[in-house]
């Protein structure tokens, strides 16, 4: 199995800086992406960025210029780093890492979710 570790987040004003990271550990035999969803109240899970392996990013157009999505690959780590942050940004953060545990078995595993919550 695969487990993941997100910390950071937290509560900061308009404008302000956050990031959220998120470690995976485990039976890991290749990553093919890892990336991030958020979740307002109410709304649905909506994709927010996603670093493929060897591929481009992407990012929502909502968090293009603010957002960034980072990897450390020897540490099987996702970063984002949140920026300008406004209080539409508030949500419970997910990452999301896909891959294989052995050649003939592949995963697709969620963090716990960890809130961000932007004060207007």
């Known amino acids: 199995q695969v487990q993941l570790e997100e910390s950071g987040g937290g509560l900061v004003q308009a404008g302000g800086s956050l990031r959220v990271s998120c470690a995976a550990s485990g039976s890991i035999f290749r990553i093919f992406a890892m990336g991030w969803f958020r979740q307002a109240p109410g709304k649905q899970r909506e994709l927010v960025a996603l670093?493929?392996?060897?591929?481009?990013?992407n990012y929502a157009d909502s968090v293009k210029g603010r957002f960034t999505i980072s990897r450390d690959n020897a540490e099987n780590t996702v970063y984002l780093q949140m920026n300008s942050l406004k209080p539409e940004d508030t949500a419970v953060y997910y990452c999301n890492v896909q891959g294989l545990e052995n050649p003939n078995r592949p995963f697709n595993y969620w963090g716990q979710g960890t809130q961000v919550t932007v004060s207007s």
């Open positions: 670093a493929p392996s060897g591929g481009r990013t």
